[in-house]
């Protein structure tokens, strides 16, 4: 078994394309409990939007909170312009009784809410208290009295102070027991609440704290707003005063598709990023006049209407929003308007012609495939118009016919093997691009990739997605974009935020499976808001100084995967180092991402030819013992990028990488 490798570096020409940084993009998309993650809003339902659960009349995630024997629930009509429905309560006198909802809850502190209510009363009701309390032991969290002034509805705000952490809380909106008491007599004892919310002070655009400053770690560089969910959106509903917006239910993924993260949101968030924005419009089930609109709304001046509409909602500057991308896994059959490559292809030309006429500047990214007769038909009818093609890459286990019961190492070894499909992939893309040339000017753009590990559609236990093991895979993942980066200029990683695949950024115990929704947390820990392996990958590629490509040579042993079907690609004899070299702008600095593939410890000895090197390089490594490990709330940093100050002299005799490990190696030139 050959333990050892050589990386040669003897011809310093860098490439002449440059490394575009979008490259290291990420992807939001309303999935399962990802907005539920990401924003700030501890509540649920805070419009009464999901349907009253059993006989109680109680919205969703809310129940009664009385000791009242005849107090009465109902769900009716939200107030006016508002969204959802509204929850009545009617309370009777003679029951001298507390009586309102209640919400179980994480809660952080201490730390300040901005407690906003939407509500009417009898006249008879002069306050109701907003209260969070412990469930374990009922320890008060925070008490606010409200004083309610009218009949009609009303905007109620208030600041609720919150002690301190507490993962099981309980946050209840009532009319107190000690309330003075009133006459029985018509419309009497009677609350409506129509919106409930609590928002940390601490939040930043309704995004938690926490996420913000990871994803800012990200240097995402582009920011993607698309998914399933897309094709049966329309972003007139995501904009406006957030409570007179729409509740939309999420016909891709089941659920709501959150009000409070529309257009302006997004926006706001990739600036607070600085990043690029990328947005997905709808053609699955909407039109041309759609899409332009969306466009307009963007990027029209105040003299436009969809213009001055954005400026009446508060954001008078145009957003400029240059890449627009169009149809959203369009092939599949979980997808709103599913057609063929030829239809939508022709569905798409009209959809163009409309965006473009608002803004000639826009870039323009088309729905892809790995299906090359798809991608033949777009191209052939839609390639002269078009900036990008994209594909989303998800491999898994099933390329290779293998399953749970499958031996952990073979597994393994198949996941560590997924950049040959990618290569594949992106191979036979190329060359469909370069087969006319009314289309060879086109990019590729990766807007989705992420491993998968079929046929676990429901999982069991913590999620494979997670695990170093796939961090490597996504790493390898990373270094066949590089190579390819003359065509591949966009890469977004699937999710951002817990989601559907788990995110790489992790908020609580949660994860979702395919068709089931989100797994209820388990650990006590809700709030705990942790990076998974593959979060440091994509933050330790991004994060580095390259700007070109420089070739490189590697000598090392293989790994064989042993399939249990036939495969386009060989897998008898793999790398087990996976190297990509890159050069920064003044070529002073070169960089190599090695990722150790196998299951042994390679050492790996360094030849720069010609080249001089400065005494001392800076290694980057995420590595841990096992190719299984995870992060969780338990142990949020089992896997982290680690760094260190190695002698040059080291690398030519042979350093060694440890088993299912991913680096970058940084060395000054001199």
Request: charged share 25%; with cysteine; hydrophobic share 35%.
């Amino acid at each position: 078994m050959n333990n050892k490798a050589t990386i040669s570096i003897n011809d310093n020409s860098a490439s002449e394309h440059t490394i575009n940084p979008y490259l290291f993009g990420h992807f939001v998309e309303d999935i399962r409990d990802h907005m539920e993650a990401m924003l700030a809003f501890p509540l649920k339902d805070m419009d009464f939007e999901s349907e009253a659960e059993g006989t109680s009349g109680v919205s969703g995630s809310w129940y009664a909170y009385t000791n009242g024997r005849n107090t009465k629930y109902a769900l009716e009509a939200s107030a006016p312009k508002h969204s959802g429905r509204a929850q009545r309560i009617r309370i009777l006198s003679d029951d001298e009784a507390y009586a309102g909802i209640a919400q179980r809850i994480a809660l952080k502190g201490p730390k300040n809410y901005s407690v906003k209510l939407v509500i009417r009363t009898s006249i008879e009701f002069k306050y109701v208290i907003v209260e969070a309390v412990d469930r374990s032991n009922q320890e008060r969290l925070g008490l606010e009295r409200i004083e309610v002034n009218s009949h009609n509805w009303r905007e109620y705000e208030a600041v609720l102070s919150v002690s301190r952490d507490c993962a099981d809380a309980e946050f209840r909106v009532y009319v107190p027991s000690e309330h003075p008491r009133w006459r029985d007599s018509v419309s009497t004892g009677m609350l409506w609440i129509d919106h409930v919310s609590l928002l940390p002070e601490d939040h930043i655009g309704m995004v938690k704290r926490e996420v913000v400053e990871m994803t800012r770690d990200l240097n995402a560089g582009m920011m993607r707003l698309a998914g399933n969910y897309i094709s049966a959106y329309h972003f007139e509903h995501g904009i406006g005063p957030v409570l007179e917006r729409p509740v939309m239910f999420n016909e891709a993924w089941g659920g709501w598709t959150s009000k409070y993260f529309g257009t302006d949101e997004f926006i706001a968030f990739c600036r607070e990023l600085k990043v690029e924005p990328l947005i997905c419009v709808n053609d699955g089930s909407g039109t041309p006049e759609e899409a332009a609109a969306w466009v307009e709304y963007c990027n029209g001046g105040t003299d436009t209407p969809m213009g001055a509409q954005r400026a009446a909602n508060g954001h008078p500057e145009p957003y400029n929003v240059t890449y627009w991308e169009i149809g959203n896994e369009v092939w599949g059959a979980w997808q709103v308007g599913n057609v063929t490559g030829e239809q939508f292809a022709r569905r798409m030309l009209p959809i163009i012609k409309a965006m473009k006429k608002i803004d000639p500047s826009i870039v323009i990214l088309a729905c892809g495939h790995t299906d090359q007769e798809w991608n033949r038909a777009v191209l052939d009818i839609a390639g002269e118009h078009i900036d990008y093609l994209t594909l989303h890459l998800y491999h898994g286990y099933n390329r290779f016919g293998m399953d749970r019961n499958t031996p952990a190492d073979e597994r393994y070894k198949a996941m560590a093997a997924f950049s040959e499909w990618t290569r594949l992939n992106l191979e036979e893309t190329r060359e469909q691009i370069f087969a006319n040339l009314k289309h060879c000017h086109v990019k590729l753009a990766i807007t989705e990739y992420n491993t998968m590990y079929y046929p676990n559609n429901i999982r069991r236990g913590l999620p494979d997605e997670h695990t170093l093991g796939a961090a490597v895979a996504n790493a390898a993942n990373l270094n066949e974009m590089l190579r390819a980066s003359d065509l591949v200029q966009i890469g977004s990683f699937s999710d951002l935020v817990n989601g559907w695949l788990g995110g790489c950024i992790r908020v609580g115990d949660y994860y979702a499976d395919q068709y089931c929704g989100k797994v209820p947390g388990w650990s006590g820990h809700p709030l705990k808001v942790y990076g998974t392996p593959t979060y440091e990958v994509m933050k330790l590629y991004a994060g580095r100084d390259i700007s070109r490509m420089l070739p490189v040579k590697v000598e090392c042993g293989t790994f064989a995967v042993q399939s249990n079907k036939p495969a386009p690609i060989n897998l008898d004899a793999l790398p087990d180092l996976d190297v990509a070299a890159c050069t920064n702008k003044d070529s002073s600095t070169i960089t190599l991402f090695i990722v150790n593939r196998s299951l042994k410890e390679v050492t790996a000895a360094l030849d720069l030819g010609e080249l001089q090197a400065d005494k001392d390089t800076v290694l980057y490594e995420i590595t841990g013992e096992s190719e299984w490990d995870i992060n969780s709330v338990f142990a949020p940093d089992c896997i982290s990028c680690k760094s260190s100050s190695i002698p040059f002299e080291a690398w030519k005799a042979g350093y060694p990488l440890r088993p299912a490990s991913v680096y970058a190696l940084e060395i000054r030139t001199k």
